[in-house]
């Protein structure tokens, strides 16, 4: 091996999974320059994207986490295994996660302490704390809300801040968005958050170079709303066009899947319906890839969310109170849109 020609070595060991290249940096002084290099850790992601590989799941349980390998869910289910230690574990204060973007994970606690971490090679990065900076009345209500990715147009990781202000005495409110950049390693304003009167408390779903949250003109969020975009490069914020929705009786949920912007529509005791935007930004690039009936699961749901596609694209995965694989219950004709929806994808 240590005759081979370094592309080569690199193109060989870009097809192991993570944990056996963390062994193998111990071989030699050039091997772990090697698989510590920006050009090979891009050269994983991207085979590992394309192969639909090294694909895992982070579940969170109050100050717990779990692990599970996505790889399994072809063999008909999914083991989560209880993470013992991350950046933020303590038991007196719980965590969210916030995103993840190619193996690393935003995480956040009540302390409001955010870190960046990556399970794999149990690295992580706290972030400096970011002040509120915007005068409000002194009786108020805060609420904070986070989303991460990568911005590609510069390449750099970050970390999306959403706090609103809400007086107690009258309706008034407003908003302040500040944003991390990894490459700078510091926060700075970004522009001001839409004045919409209700904002769900979620993390910014990454598709198209974008994060994604739902929001409504009215104080609370009941059933389907409007879709707001900050664009990672430009920093700015936008509405996403929706597709046309017969009946607009259900509670939204926004996903990404296979890298695309997608919505999950809950017709509550009814059934759930799953869009995927194939052409990001074009309203008529919404299609319906397939749905699943109440009376196609064990039981009843009220709450159920889509997190990702088996790899051999024969099968979903959704959570509905715990993890549990479908792999029927889907009307024909959407299994049929979904199968080619994996084509195109």
């Known amino acids: 091996m240590s005759q081979l020609p370094e592309e080569v070595l690199a193109d060989i060991l870009s097809r192991l999974p993570v944990s056996l290249l963390l062994c193998l940096r111990c071989v030699s002084v050039s091997w772990r320059a090697l698989i510590d290099g920006p050009d090979f850790i891009k050269l994983h992601l991207n085979r590992s994207i394309e192969t639909r590989t090294n694909r895992g799941l982070i579940l969170r349980e109050d100050n717990h986490l779990f692990a599970a390998d996505l790889d399994s869910l072809h063999g008909g289910g999914v083991q989560p295994a209880?993470?013992?230690h991350h950046p933020l574990w303590c038991q007196d204060y719980g965590i969210e996660v916030w995103g993840s973007c190619n193996g690393l994970v935003c995480l956040s606690n009540s302390l409001d302490t955010l870190t960046l971490w990556n399970p794999s090679t149990r690295r992580s990065r706290r972030l400096p704390y970011a002040s509120i900076e915007f005068q409000y009345p002194?009786?108020?209500?805060?609420?904070?809300?986070?989303?991460?990715?990568?911005?590609?147009?510069?390449?750099?990781?970050?970390?999306?801040?959403?706090?609103?202000?809400?007086?107690?005495?009258?309706?008034?409110?407003?908003?302040?968005?500040?944003v991390y950049s990894l490459r700078s390693k510091s926060w700075h304003r970004a522009e001001r958050?839409?004045?919409?009167?209700?904002?769900?408390?979620?993390?910014?779903?990454?598709?198209?170079?974008?994060?994604?949250?739902?929001?409504t003109e009215e104080s609370e969020i009941r059933m389907a709303g409007l879709i707001v975009a900050f664009d990672l490069g430009r920093e700015s914020f936008r509405l996403v066009p929706q597709p046309e929705c017969s009946d607009k009786n259900f509670y939204l949920i926004l996903q990404s899947l296979g890298g695309c912007l997608s919505l999950l529509c809950n017709y509550f005791l009814d059934r759930v319906d799953v869009w995927v935007m194939r052409d990001y930004g074009v309203k008529e690039s919404w299609s319906k890839v397939f749905s699943v009936a109440q009376s196609s699961v064990i039981r009843p749901f009220q709450y159920v969310r889509l997190?990702?596609?088996?790899?051999?694209?024969g099968e979903v995965l959704m959570e509905?109170?715990?993890?549990v694989p479908l792999d029927g219950g889907v009307e024909s004709d959407g299994k049929k849109q979904q199968e080619q929806e994996e084509k195109n994808m």
């Open 193 to 215: 958050f839409p004045r919409y009167q209700s904002l769900k408390r979620t993390a910014g779903v990454l598709a198209s170079n974008a994060l994604h949250w739902v929001v």
């Open 307 to 313: 997190v990702a596609y088996s790899r051999n694209g």
């Open 82 to 84: 209880q993470i013992d």
């Open 138 to 178: 002194s009786r108020n209500h805060e609420i904070r809300i986070y989303g991460f990715g990568l911005d590609s147009v510069s390449q750099d990781y970050k970390v999306v801040r959403i706090v609103k202000m809400k007086s107690v005495d009258d309706d008034s409110f407003d908003y302040e968005v500040k």
């Open 320 to 323: 509905e109170d715990n993890l």
